[in-house]
Every structure is written in structure tokens, then in C-alpha cells.
């Protein structure tokens, strides 16, 4: 896998390769399509989480299921997912390794029924990000530091203007990634305005120190 420097280093060599970012591992799922609005309206970046089973990490369980090959008997969690086909364009490692699922100029299965900004149906005009964890713990430094960048550089590329949680497009039905995500950690390193933010933490990003 192509690392964040060698990805980066030269000013000649730029993230993006269409809409795959170089420096994650490409792992083509089949559950995307066509977006309805185009790219030049992607304004929305939609942070979640998952892990599976819930609570464990790294068996390469999150990856066969956006793939379509999760194989549903290896454990009985997964019968009440049964048959599910989602997808998300990323999906970050507690190691902070990236990968990249659906191409970013498509339409993503990560939102599901949603509204946000005065818009529903957000898989139409936003990208999803996973970070793998369990909502309401923490997550890794080296996840903050991947996500930080791989937010910086979707904005090279498209007019992002709102970042919010799954749970704050899909409130009651939705819960992640929860209360271990440090959003003013986040907002502190991208340094982006508040008002990018859900209306529910402004309060506690406009206290940081600056």
C-alpha cells in the first residue's frame, strides 16, 4: 500500500487519480452507482463507524462486507446483517491504514435514508468515511491523523461545506461513531470553521483555544 508520503511528497503528484485517492488500498465493491447530482455539488463529508463483530478489530471483516463476501455463518452476529450490501468510498484501520471501496465521483452506500442541511438522501451528495471502531469508545491517534488528511485532500476536490456523524444525518436511528469521537480534536487539526460542523457541537468547537 502506497504510504501518506510517498503519496504526497512531490506538489507534481496529486492525491487524486480520477476519484481514487493514491494513497489508500483500492478494494472495488460493487454496491455504488451513478450520482444524481454531479460531483461539483459533493459538499458533504459523513463520518462513521463500524467494527465486526461489534468490539473487535482487524480480522478483515469490514472490508469482505463491503465487498460482498462477509461469509454470514462465521459468526451469529452476522445473521441479523444478513444479506445487507452496503458500502462506504473509505474505510480507515485503528492502524490508521486507508482504504478505498467506491470511487469518489460515484454514489456510496453509507448514509441510507438521511437528511442533512436541507437536503434528504445524502448518499447522493456526500462521501463516507468508516473508521474502525465500536460508537461511544475511543479511537487511535493514527486514525485522527488519516482522517484529518484524507478530509483535507476530499476538499482539494470537491466544495466540501458541512462534516457531521452518521448519527447526525440519521438522529434516532443512527449512533455513530458516537461519544468517543473527539470531534474538537478533529476540527483543531483542519482548522476548519465552525459552522462546517453539526450545530449540536459548535458550542464546544468554538472554545478551543486558538
Known amino acids: 500500500m502506497t504510504t501518506w508520503d510517498e503519496a504526497t511528497s512531490s506538489a507534481a503528484s496529486p492525491p487524486w487519480e480520477g476519484g481514487w485517492h493514491r494513497a489508500a488500498r483500492e478494494l472495488v465493491s460493487p454496491n455504488h452507482g451513478p ?16 467494527s465486526l463483530p461489534p468490539g473487535e478489530y482487524g480480522g478483515g471483516a469490514v472490508q469482505q462486507l463491503f465487498t460482498n463476501t ?27 491504514a486507508l482504504w478505498q471501496f467506491v470511487d469518489c465521483d460515484l454514489r456510496a452506500w453509507h448514509a441510507g435514508q438521511s437528511f442533512y442541511r436541507g437536503r434528504s438522501q445524502c448518499n447522493d451528495d456526500s462521501i463516507g468515511i468508516e473508521l474502525e471502531g465500536l460508537e461511544g469508545l475511543h479511537f487511535e491517534p493514527a486514525q485522527y491523523e488519516t482522517l484529518a488528511r484524507v478530509c483535507q485532500d476530499v476538499a482539494l476536490r470537491y466544495p466540501i461545506e ?7 444525518i440519521a438522529p434516532g436511528r443512527k449512533q455513530d461513531p458516537g461519544p468517543g469521537f473527539d470531534w474538537p480534536r478533529l476540527q483543531g487539526v483542519l482548522s476548519w470553521p465552525v459552522q462546517r460542523f453539526p450545530q449540536g457541537i459548535r458550542t464546544s468547537l468554538s472554545q478551543l483555544p486558538r
Open 70 to 96: 462477509l461469509d454470514w455463518d462465521a459468526h451469529p452476529y452476522y445473521q441479523g446483517i444478513r444479506g445487507l450490501q452496503v458500502s462506504t468510498h473509505f474505510f480507515i484501520e485503528r492502524t490508521g
Open 162 to 168: 458541512h462534516i457531521a456523524g452518521h448519527e447526525h
Open 35 to 50: 450520482r444524481p447530482v454531479p460531483a461539483s455539488q459533493v459538499d458533504l463529508i459523513v463520518v462513521h463507524s463500524i
